[in-house]
Each structure stands twice: as structure tokens, then as C-alpha cells.
């Protein structure tokens, strides 16, 4: 009998995550002997729980809040693009070896590709906030040979901060939110990172899109509310719109396809999401 192959996402909290169900499904419709399962990590155990893990033959895993970046001094290997990042999301054992990567900004752009368009080396791009998900998709971007991407932050010293730091090299500018809102018609991609827009600021906007440009594409990270009220209002103005749950689907279908060799269904594992976020 072939031993099943065990995956999981360790976490601290980890009982929302949406990724289990996810992959799980996956496995089953695919006829894979494999199962996903969640880990609650706190901290202190981080360092014994990945040798745990390695120890009782788990093959891959993903990583979420908080240890993304503390996991880093525990893997054998690190992918350049999560290196540059500083943030781990997907961990794949190769000959014994724990090898880490960072599949969010790749899967922010495969969702953007599958619902807008494949070539994006001439947008002008205006990412907002610059945390660390807005770190992960500007690097991502740029690696990919994007190179007119600004972002705007309330503190603008954090956006060049990220530029400054990023080892791929565009044409970009740190802006506060009223220089942003001044030339926003210049912009045809639009990416809304920061936390507004969640429970409980559901009505806030990071910036007003007054001077949006209505061809251009608006994204917001945010799935939950499904759509944001930056997200209404860009469709207001015209815009084509898109929520995150793309990118949580992409960077999850990226690290299936790490740590098995098969792409998972895409539509299917957005239904299997959309129906557990009820
Ligand atoms: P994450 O890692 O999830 O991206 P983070 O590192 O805490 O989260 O970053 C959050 C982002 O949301 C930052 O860009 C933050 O702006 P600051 O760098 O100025 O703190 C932004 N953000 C959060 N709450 C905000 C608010 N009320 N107004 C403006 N920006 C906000």
C-alpha cells in the first residue's frame, strides 16, 4: 500500500484558514493519497515543529502569520525571489532538504493575468500600502520585468524604504496618498495591499479614485468582504475590477503544483473557497 503524503500550513491562529478544505479537495478529486492539514504553531515551537516535521516525513507546507519571515533561519535552501522578499509562504522537501519559497506575488499575478491579460511589461502600475504583502508583489512585479510600478503609503518613508531595498531595478517612486491621488489617471493598474477595507473598516477607502483612470484594472487583496468599498467605488468610475481571493487561489495552486508536479483545477478550488466563505 502506497503511505499517504502529508502537507499542512502552520499558523498561529490557524482554524480560519480556508487552506485545508482547499487542497484537501483537490487531493480527493485528483485521486491523490495525500492530506492537508492544519497546524496550530505558536512562536517558541517554531524552530522544533519544522524538524518535527521533516522528521515524520511531511512533504511540503505552507506557512502563514506570524512565521513567514521567522521560519527563514530553519530551512536548508531558499528560493532568490522569497530571499529578496524576506517572507516564506511555501516549504518543499527536496533530497531531505526543507526549500523555501514565496508563491504570493506570483500568484497575485497569475490571478491578474487569468482575469485580465497575460503581458503587463507596459502598465504603469500604483501599488498602495507597504506592508508586507505590497513588499511581495512589488518585488514580484519588478522580477517579472514590470518596471513602472509606484507605491504609495501613509508613511512614505516605508515605500522607499521598499524600493530602495528591492534588488530588482525599475523606474519607481515613493508617494504619499495625496501625490497618488493627484496622478492616479495615469495609472492602468491599480493594487490596493493595506488592511482597509477589512472588519472592522468596511467603509474606509485608502484614497479617493476621483481621478481614476476608468480603463484602468483595480485590484484589492481583500476577499472577505468580498468587495471592498474601494473596490465599489472603482467600479463606479468604470473600472474592471478584481477582489484577492484570485491571489489566495494562485499562491495556494503554485504550491500544490511545487510540491506534487500537477497544476490543481482552478475554478474548482475558487468554488470550494467561495462555498466555505459562505
Ligand atoms: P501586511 O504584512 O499584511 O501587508 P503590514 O505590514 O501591517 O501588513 O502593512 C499594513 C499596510 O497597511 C501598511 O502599508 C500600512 O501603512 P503604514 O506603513 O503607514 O503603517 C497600511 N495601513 C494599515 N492601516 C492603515 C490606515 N488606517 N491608514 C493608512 N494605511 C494603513
Known sequence: MLTMKLYGVIGDPIGHSLSP???NREFKELGMNAHYHPFHIKGADLETAIKGMKAIGVE?????IPHKTAIIPYLDQIDPLAQAIGAINTVVRENDQWIGFNTDGEGFMRALQA???EELENERVLII?????AKAIFYTLLSKGIKHVDICNRTVERALNLINSCPYKGYSSALSFAEAEDKLNEYTLVIQTTSIGMYPKIDQSPLSLARLNPQAFVSDIIYNPFQTAFLKHAESQGAQIQNGLGMFVFQGALAFEKWTGKMPNIERMTETVIRQLG
Do not use: D, L
Not at 129 to 133: D, E, L, N, T, Y
Open 115 to 117: 482575469e485580465w491579460k
Open 60 to 64: 511540503g507546507f505552507n506557512i502563514t
Open 21 to 23: 478544505v482547499m487542497h
Open 129 to 133: 500600502g507597504a506592508g508586507g504583502a
